[in-house]
Every structure is written in structure tokens, then in C-alpha cells.
């Protein structure tokens, strides 16, 4: 059973670029969560999906947005980089049933603004 | 609004010691509260989770925490501390009985273990 998967693990972009972090959940989760984590800091949480929907968002800019697929998998976007979007960017999924509040996190985008 | 205080930045332990790592959370709502843990360069590991059974929750690799509703605490602890277990602690809470559940990260303990 695959757990969550992110890809590409390491990223490098320059300032004003655009970036697109993908993410595919663990098998039977339908629901993708995002995650900013800076250095030395916890998680902050950017948006949730699903149903192919944003149903909740964090204090983020409009820069960043997402996208979830029939499949469940999901994108994040962040257009117009700052040099303070440099961070490891978590993607977590959970799902309907019995264990609807977990949460199960892939290892990361680590994401690299110069 | 939900918050989430971990007491300490930073806690070291030798190796064979207990461990202490302290959380305490405010919720309007009948909370769920995890622990996670980040090793370095890798994503969260779940240890265990809290959803209104027993009070005392058992984990992975021996952890386990206390609910205690009257002091809005969920410490983690552990017996006694192995050289694999340094890594940076995450408590969590997520609220229910609102639309979706609602997830606030705390900002982390980092735990040593000292040979």
C-alpha cells in the first residue's frame, strides 16, 4: 500500500519564477492538505481539497493555489516567487471512514528560492 | 480559536532517561490531538492520537500521552529515551464537530538524546 508520494523532492527557482509541486495521496484518501513548513518551524497550513474543490484555506496569498484531480492527486501552485517561499512544502491526505482526522504526510518538496 | 503551545523549544535527555515533552492546546470545539514526529530531512511520522477514548493514548516505539481535559494538556512521554528517537516533535490539534476538521500545528520541541 503506497503511501503519500510527492514528487519532485528538490526544486530550485529564481525569483518571479512559478513553481508546481505534485502530490498523490495514499490509496482510499480523497481529501489533500498542504503544508508550508519553514526552517526551524512547524507546519503551516495552506489549503485543503476536496472533491476536486478548495473547501478550506490558510493565511496565504493568492500567489499560491492548487488543484485536485479526478484521481485525487493534487498540485500546488505558487506563482511569482518570493525569496520567502523557500521551504518544505508537505502534502498530507486523509479520507471518509473510520479515521477521517488523521493525517498522513508525504516527505516533502523541499523548495528553494534564490 | 484553536492554538497550540509546546512548552519547551528545545528538551535534552540522556540516553536510558524519560522523556518529557509538554503540550497544551486551546479548542472551542471536542478536540482530536496528535503527536507527529520529523526526523531530519524526512516528512511527519504519526505517534499516536488522541480522539475522545481513553485519556491515555499509546503510540510507536514506546510513546505514549496523557489527555487531561482540566489542564488543556496532552504531554508526550516515553520511559526511557533511545539514541534514534532525536528528532523534532510536532503536537497537533484538529478540531471537530465543524464543518471539516480544522488543523493547527504547534511550533515543535526539538528533542537530543545525549549518549
Known amino acids: 500500500d503506497a503511501g503519500v508520494t510527492q514528487s519532485p523532492t528538490h526544486l530550485i527557482k529564481t525569483r518571479g519564477q512559478q513553481v508546481t509541486l505534485r502530490c498523490s495521496p495514499k490509496?482510499?484518501?480523497?481529501?489533500v492538505s498542504w503544508y508550508q513548513q519553514a526552517l526551524g518551524q512547524g507546519p503551516q497550513f495552506i489549503f485543503q481539497y476536496y472533491e476536486e474543490e478548495e473547501r478550506q484555506r490558510g493565511n496565504f496569498p493568492d500567489r499560491f493555489s492548487g488543484h485536485q484531480f479526478p484521481n485525487y492527486s493534487s498540485e500546488l501552485n505558487v506563482n511569482a516567487l518570493l525569496l520567502g517561499d523557500s521551504a518544505l512544502y508537505l502534502c498530507?491526505?486523509?479520507?471518509?471512514?473510520?479515521?477521517?482526522?488523521?493525517?498522513?504526510f508525504g516527505p516533502g518538496t523541499r523548495l528553494t528560492v534564490l | 480559536a484553536q492554538s497550540v503551545t509546546q512548552l519547551d523549544s528545545h528538551v535534552s535527555v540522556s540516553e536510558g532517561t524519560p522523556v518529557l515533552l509538554r503540550c497544551n492546546y486551546s479548542s472551542s470545539y471536542s478536540p482530536s490531538l496528535f503527536w507527529y514526529v520529523q526526523h531530519p530531512n524526512k516528512g511527519l511520522q504519526l505517534l499516536l492520537k488522541?480522539?475522545?477514548?481513553?485519556?491515555l493514548v499509546k503510540g510507536i516505539n514506546g510513546f505514549e500521552a496523557e489527555f487531561k481535559k482540566s489542564e488543556t494538556s496532552f504531554h508526550l512521554t516515553k520511559p526511557s529515551a533511545h539514541m534514534s528517537d532525536a528528532a523534532e516533535y510536532f503536537c497537533?490539534?484538529?478540531?471537530?464537530?465543524?464543518?471539516?476538521?480544522?488543523?493547527?500545528f504547534g511550533p515543535g520541541t526539538s528533542l537530543s538524546v545525549i549518549p
Open positions: 488522541y480522539t475522545s477514548a481513553a485519556t
Open positions: 490509496s482510499g484518501h480523497d481529501t
Open positions: 497537533v490539534v484538529s478540531d471537530r464537530g465543524t464543518s471539516y476538521d480544522k488543523v493547527i
Open positions: 498530507a491526505s486523509d479520507g471518509t471512514g473510520t479515521d477521517t482526522d488523521t493525517q498522513y
